[in-house]
């Protein structure tokens, strides 16, 4: 079996060509950074889906290499390959007439683990996405919200602690107040659990919102544009990008450059909103009009750091760094 010894998910030329000649994927190179959530967005049918299923060998390659944790998936088992992968889809795909305690333990139950270690598992992962194993452990499916099926999906996806985890639209099926709540929940999870991810999506917000870099796809999945979502939306490179990014990518900017820690204004007299240090420059703005009084105050714990006006909000933008989007 040929190995790489770089990033956690490394492909190279990749290609997926259907009998009849219909090409789904011409030639991807892209290498995934371990502990980083990438975005992959494009359009409907550019080949998004298509190349996360060939990561888990869903689908077998055309040509090209896909390596996971340095093995190459074409060398590797299939099954025992998939075991070692997270998989979470839009649909969830949990077993009906399993509780959601047994739907959790699947993977480490074939696995062979021990009953004491997988109920501690199952446990572990219902609390980590925010579900009381006393409460939903023992409900089924169709007993749940769509929010919280979701939630579920998540925690089996994550159950075997794999190396990576692979999600294909997981959110897009739920109302937007529902998929609010759980990207928040994710990014928490994320920042709790550090996974290696590949997160498939056509919501530029979505993917502005939840990755560390964001891969532009276009037709048969070629790459635009691999960068931070800072990188992405000030300096798109193609005009596909600019395009596909919006006309609103200046306000979608203030998503992810944070608010200043220095060179604040002294607070006027009076009561204003207020944010965290924190906060992004969108939030601060947010509060900023919501208060009707001209400034935002921002906190560092019970520290009063200082107010920013609508002037200020933007000079911090200009001033934001596009390669990380954090304030200078």
């Known amino acids: 079996m040929s190995r790489a010894t770089a990033a956690p998910i490394r492909l190279d030329g990749v290609r997926k060509e259907y009998d009849g000649g219909a090409v789904a994927v011409a030639d991807l190179s892209l290498d995934i950074e371990a502990g980083d959530l990438v975005a992959l967005v494009g359009p409907s049918g550019c080949g998004k889906s298509t190349v996360l299923r060939m990561v888990n060998r869903l689908l077998d390659l055309s040509a090209g290499t896909i390596y996971v944790d340095g093995d190459d998936v074409m060398g590797s088992d299939p099954v025992e390959l998939r075991r070692r992968i997270g998989y979470c889809i839009q649909h969830i795909g949990l077993f009906p007439h399993q509780t959601i305690a047994a739907n959790v333990a699947t993977v480490p139950r074939l696995l062979g683990w021990s009953r004491s270690r997988v109920d501690e598992r199952v446990e572990e992962l219902l609390d980590l996405v925010g579900?009381?194993?006393?409460?939903?452990g023992k409900r089924y499916p169709h007993q749940l919200s769509g929010g919280q099926r979701q939630r579920v999906g998540v925690a089996r996806a994550l159950a075997a602690d794999p190396v990576v985890l692979l999600m294909d639209e997981p959110f897009s099926a739920v109302d937007p107040i529902a998929r609010g709540k759980l990207q928040e929940e994710f990014l928490r999870l994320q920042a709790d659990v550090r996974k290696t991810?590949?997160?498939v999506t056509h919501d530029v917000d979505e993917a502005i919102r939840l990755g560390d870099k964001i891969a532009v796809l276009s037709e048969e999945a070629k790459l635009e544009q691999y960068g931070t979502p800072a990188e992405?939306?000030?300096s798109p490179q193609t005009t596909f990008v600019s395009e596909f990014v919006g006309a609103d990518r200046g306000v979608k900017s203030l998503s992810v450059a944070k608010v200043p820690r220095v060179g604040l204004r002294a607070a006027p007299p009076g009561e204003h909103p207020h944010v965290?240090?924190?906060?992004?420059?969108r939030e601060a703005l947010s509060q900023l009009l919501d208060g009707d009084t001209g400034h935002v105050t921002i906190l560092d714990g019970r520290d009063n750091l200082g107010v920013m006006n609508t002037e200020d909000i933007y000079t911090a933008l200009r001033a934001s760094s596009p390669s990380t989007g954090e304030s200078d």
């Open 276 to 281: 965290t240090i924190h906060a992004t420059l």
């Open 131 to 136: 579900l009381d194993i006393a409460v939903h």
């Open 197 to 199: 991810i590949v997160f």
């Open 232 to 234: 992405i939306l000030r």
